[in-house]
């Protein structure tokens, strides 16, 4: 799948005249195929052992190769475009501004996140480095080569911020380590800083501090579900993966004494049956704390144990995006916003002149991440089209014009004339 061609399957609560939110009764998992045995932990990539010769492109089609961080890494559609490994174009986007790196390893992912393209169950039919998530293709490259490219290009990189995204695996701690070092003895962090996108559960407050020492700069959560039930369904026992909530919130305080106020976050995707005012009240305990958080909208992702759900409908995403930029850049607090009955946003707590100054200004609807060069609160960490297809975006990731404005206004139900 390439995040190049508009999807023209709109899901149906993208459709006018659809719900306007996604309820916990809707957002309930499938349960996978059985995988047969010679599918199971890469035992088909292992067997024909195939040697890596570089690049590779996702292609289910061929044998996959046999390759292993810390040697090799797979990163973003947009990065691998814009480190010129593959060649393509990103709609309304010159380039990404985040490097972002995922660990691989013939037998993937060991969790199994309903969400996730790149799930444990997904093994029956797909070998691991062949996966989408977040709806692109993650192509493999020599990290070797990765080093040598961005270094060549010093200052002039592109790349305003790099994250290394671990998975579930036995191997993942060490190997993040090793990522890290080598880019850390060729590249200064201080000129491109290393973000970690972390897995709490393999890991210890030890691991954190060694991150933190080796000169990562920010480091995340996933906790992706906003509540300890959703977390349970779509990531935990509800789905035989071994996440606990209470593991994630563990390593999310480490991470909070260890990388200090502002350094830490947690991602969250709206839209798996949370209300609105849940989704809130976790972005203010985290400001609270003193952490920022990277939102997702829910997106059906192919081959996911929720591809058979509707993405989160357009207004219900614009007003957690708009309550989030609130409380975590214009210092408004979720106490003094207001809700219905079914938890949605009728009031944000501020004067109208000051919300319509925020909404015009669009930061808001943007891409939320971990910053790069440009402001705080613009992240560099764009994923063009991660959570939506370009016909009809979710997280802008770039500046929107006053049409998008326009747009926006209208999916918030907000007056598009003011006097
Ligand atoms: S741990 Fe992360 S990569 Fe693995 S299945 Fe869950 S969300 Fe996907």
Not at 291 to 320: I, N, Y
């Amino acid at each position: 799948m390439s995040c190049l061609k508009p999807e023209t399957n709109i899901p149906p609560q993208q459709k006018p005249g659809a719900a306007d939110i996604n309820s916990a009764a809707l957002m309930q998992p499938r349960a996978p195929e059985p995988t047969p045995k010679d599918r199971r932990n890469g035992a088909a990539v292992k067997a024909a052992d195939a040697s890596p010769t570089g690049f590779y492109k996702p292609n289910y089609n061929i044998q996959t190769p046999n390759m292993r961080s810390p040697d090799y890494v797979q990163m973003s559609t947009a990065a691998a475009i814009t480190l010129g490994v593959m060649q393509g174009k990103m709609h309304r986007c010159g380039c990404t501004r985040c490097l972002n790196l995922l660990l691989t390893y013939p037998e993937g992912c060991r969790a199994n996140c309903a969400y996730c393209g790149l799930a444990r169950h997904r093994e029956a039919s797909r070998d691991y480095a062949d996966r989408n998530f977040i709806r692109v293709d993650w192509p493999a490259v020599p990290m070797a080569e990765v080093i040598d490219k961005v270094a060549r290009d010093g200052a002039n990189s592109p790349f305003h911020r790099m994250c290394i995204s671990m998975i579930t695996h036995p191997r993942s701690d060490e190997d993040t380590v090793s990522v890290l070092k080598a880019w850390t003895d060729r590249i200064d962090p201080k000129a491109i800083p290393v973000s970690i996108l972390s897995n709490p559960t393999t890991m210890t407050r030890a691991d954190v501090k060694k991150l933190h020492e080796l000169g990562s700069d920010i480091f995340t959560v996933a906790l992706d579900a906003a509540t300890p039930e959703i977390f349970d369904r779509t990531r935990g026992k509800g789905v035989d993966s071994p996440h606990t909530w209470r593991k994630y919130w563990e390593i999310l305080q480490d991470a909070r004494e260890i990388f200090g106020p502002q350094k830490f976050g947690a991602h969250i995707i709206v839209g798996m049956g949370e209300t609105e005012y849940d989704v809130l009240t976790l972005v203010q305990r985290l400001v609270d704390l003193g952490g920022h958080s990277h939102m997702f909208c829910f997106f059906p992702e192919k081959g996911s144990l929720m591809d058979h759900l509707p993405a989160t409908p357009r207004d219900q995403w614009r007003r957690v995006q708009l309550g989030r930029y609130i409380i975590d850049y214009a210092g408004g607090r979720v106490e003094n916003m207001a809700f219905d009955d079914a938890g949605r946003v009728v009031g944000y707590g501020l004067p109208q002149a000051q919300l319509d100054g925020i909404v015009d200004k669009a930061i808001a609807f943007r891409t939320s991440g971990c910053p790069g060069k440009f402001a705080e609160d613009i992240s560099a960490c764009d994923r063009p089209y991660g959570d939506s297809p370009p016909s009809n975006i979710a997280s802008y990731p770039f500046q929107p014009n006053k049409r998008d404005v326009l747009k926006i206004r209208k999916q918030l139900d907000m007056p598009v004339k003011r006097h």
